[in-house]
C-alpha cells in the first residue's frame, strides 16, 4: 500500500516510497493499467498445498470471529484445495454484485489501484508466498487478495463501497489527501470490526487472511476497538509491522457507506486543521469520552 506515484510506463516496476526492497513479482509482464494474465500453469504442486494450508487454516477459526457475511460468501472462491482461476471466479462475482477480478504482478501504484477499483475490477496479485511465509508475508500475495478481500466483494452493500472507495481515491489524489484516505481502507477494508448482536466480528482482509491476528482483534484484551468515527479514524496512524493497537467497529455496512458518501473536501480540510491543531492520534490511545466495545 505503500507505493510511491511513479508514472505507469506499464512496464515500469513498482517501488516502496518506503525502504529499497524492490517489489517482488515481474511487472514487465503487466500492461499499462497493471493488469496481466493469471499465470495458472506456473502455480507448482507446491503453490498449491501452500494455498490449501492457509485455506483450511483460516477456515477453521472464522466461526465466532468472522462476521456472517464474509462465511457465508468465503465458499464462492471455490475448490480448497486449489488457488482459484481468476476468469470462473470473476463469472460468479460478476453476476452477484458486478464485481470483476484482475490479476496483478503484485502492489501497484495508488492511481491504477483506485481506476480499477472505480469500475470495479479487484486486482489481485497472482502469486502465492514460499512455505517458509505461511505465517508471515510482508507484500500481500493471491491468499490475502483472494481469500481476504473476495467474499466481501459478494455483499451488495460492502462492494457499493469498494467502489465509492475507488472513485473517492482519484479526487484525493487530486486534493493531495491520499495519506488521510489510506487510513480509511486501512481501519475498514484492510482491518475493520463490526459490532453484531452475537458480539464483534471481523470484516477486514488484514484480518481475515492473517492467522494469528483473527483471534487477536476479537479476542485479546490488549487492544482498543473504538466506535468508527470518520474524521477521528483519519487523524489516526497505523502500524504495519505488528497486530494493531486499534481497531474501528462500525455497526453496520449500510452505516460505513453512508458515513463515507458524503463529499470529503471539507472532511479533509476539517481533519488537517484539527491534526494542526491537536495533532495525530496514535494508534492504542483512546480519547477522552470516546466510546469502546470491550
Ligand atoms: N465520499 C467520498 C469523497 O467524496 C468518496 C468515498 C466513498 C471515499 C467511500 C471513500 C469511501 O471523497
Ligand atoms: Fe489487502
Redesign the pocket.
Known amino acids: 500500500m505503500i507505493i510511491d506515484k511513479a508514472l505507469n510506463r506499464g512496464v515500469a516496476p513498482v517501488t516502496y516510497g518506503e525502504g529499497t526492497r524492490p517489489p517482488r513479482g515481474d511487472y514487465s509482464r503487466a500492461s499499462a493499467d497493471y493488469t496481466c494474465a493469471q499465470l495458472y500453469q506456473q502455480y507448482s504442486a507446491a503453490d498449491h498445498q501452500t494455498y490449501a494450508r492457509l485455506y483450511a487454516r483460516q477456515m477453521a477459526q472464522l466461526p465466532g470471529l468472522a462476521c456472517d457475511e464474509f462465511i457465508a460468501a468465503v465458499r464462492q472462491l471455490g475448490a480448497p484445495e486449489l488457488i482459484p482461476h481468476f476468469d470462473a471466479l470473476s463469472e460468479r462475482l460478476m453476476k452477484a454484485t458486478g464485481w470483476q477480478i484482475v490479476a496483478v504482478p503484485g502492489l501497484i501504484p495508488e492511481e491504477a489501484f483506485f481506476a480499477l477499483l472505480a469500475s470495479r475490477r479487484f486486482p489481485v496479485t497472482d502469486w502465492i508466498r514460499r512455505p517458509q511465509e505461511l505465517d508471515y508475508v510482508v507484500e500481500p500475495d493471491v491468499f490475502h487478495d483472494l481469500f481476504g478481500h473476495v467474499p466481501l466483494l459478494f455483499n451488495p452493500v460492502f462492494a457499493d ?1 469498494m467502489q ?2 475507488g ?2 481515491g482519484m ?2 489524489s487530486r486534493l493531495d489527501a491520499c495519506e488521510l ?1 489510506a487510513r ?1 481502507y486501512w481501519y475498514t477494508v484492510e482491518f475493520g470490526l463490526i459490532a453484531t448482536p452475537a458480539g464483534l466480528r471481523a470484516y477486514g482482509a488484514g484480518i481475515l487472511s492473517s492467522a494469528g491476528e483473527l483471534r487477536h482483534s476479537i479476542r485479546s484484551p490488549e487492544p482498543q476497538r473504538i466506535a468508527f468515527d470518520l474524521k477521528r479514524l483519519m487523524r489516526t496512524k497505523y502500524r504495519i509491522d505488528s497486530y494493531q493497537a486499534s481497531y474501528f467497529v462500525v455497526e453496520s455496512f449500510d452505516q460505513l457507506f453512508e458515513a ?5 473536501s471539507p472532511v479533509y480540510r476539517a481533519v488537517r486543521d484539527r491534526i494542526t491543531a491537536e495533532g495525530e492520534v496514535d494508534a492504542g490511545i483512546v480519547l477522552p469520552g470516546e466510546r469502546v466495545f470491550s
Open positions: 463501497y465509492a472507495y472513485a473517492g479526487k484525493a484516505l480509511l463515507t458518501a458524503p463529499d470529503f
